[in-house]
């Protein structure tokens, strides 16, 4: 069956570090990918999606670009703030309307 | 405008009972999606409903059961409730086309003694 499988966390950078999270899907077809972010004490809020093959999609200094041949989907932002902090969550739809979503990585931006 | 909404916000039950979540959506949106998150995982998908139909399902039993209202409110309900249950449940709210954003409530909190 489908699945995604992130890296784990914690993850702690120092502000201004590079930032990757590693995701990878196993999925029938062609699925749309999405990351997903829950702040300390907030729902979850959609942060980027890509809907086909070599699609990047971007959102506040994040970028994640969708690698069909690697069946990838890794979170980068060139430098992280504090503010960064929180759980990230990779997820696929394979367009059967049944979301799969990672365990999360939990990332840790440190002053 | 306002978001996904979702009530009660906290609740406690006893092994064997009955509990009915519910989640209203977004203005506009018709599709509502439930999943069920324990403690340090990610979201497991439960159903979606999508016009009052099941669009759906996963690997849940069948204690586990769903409703879509004509106003795209929905219920989740669990039966013969085990302490495994016990969990966030969340429910997202979207447009319903493919890929569309889904935008989640805050939870209910489901803890079960």
């Known amino acids: 069956g489908d699945s995604v499988t992130q890296m784990e966390g914690p993850v702690t950078l120092s502000e201004e570090a590079f930032l990757t999270i590693n995701c990878t899907y196993t999925a029938t077809g062609y699925p749309s990918l999405f990351w997903y972010v829950q702040y300390p004490g907030e729902g979850l809020q959609l942060l980027l999606k890509?809907?086909?093959?070599?699609d990047k999609g971007s959102n506040k200094g994040f970028e994640a670009t969708y690698r069909k041949e690697t069946t990838s989907f890794h979170l980068e932002k060139g430098s992280v703030q504090v503010s960064d902090s929180a759980v990230y969550f990779c997820?696929?739809?394979?367009?059967?309307?049944?979301?799969?979503f990672g365990t999360g990585t939990r990332l840790k931006v440190l002053a | 405008d306002a978001g996904v909404t979702q009530s009660p916000t906290h609740l406690i039950k006893t092994r064997g009972q009955q509990v009915t979540l519910r989640c209203s959506p977004i203005s506009g949106h018709k599709s509502v999606s439930w999943y069920q998150q324990v403690l340090g995982q990610g979201p497991q998908f439960i159903f979606q409903y999508y016009e009052k139909e099941e669009r759906g399902r996963g690997n849940f039993p069948d204690r586990f059961s769903a409703r879509q209202f004509p106003n795209y409110s929905s219920e989740l309900n669990v039966n013969a409730l085990l302490l495994g249950d016990s969990a966030l449940y969340l429910c997202?709210?979207?447009?319903?086309?493919?890929?569309?954003?889904?935008?989640f409530g805050p939870g209910t909190r489901l803890t079960v003694l």
């Open positions: 997202a709210s979207s447009l319903g086309g493919q890929a569309d954003t889904q935008y």
């Open positions: 890509a809907t086909k093959a070599d």
């Open positions: 997820a696929l739809d394979s367009g059967t309307y049944k979301y799969i």
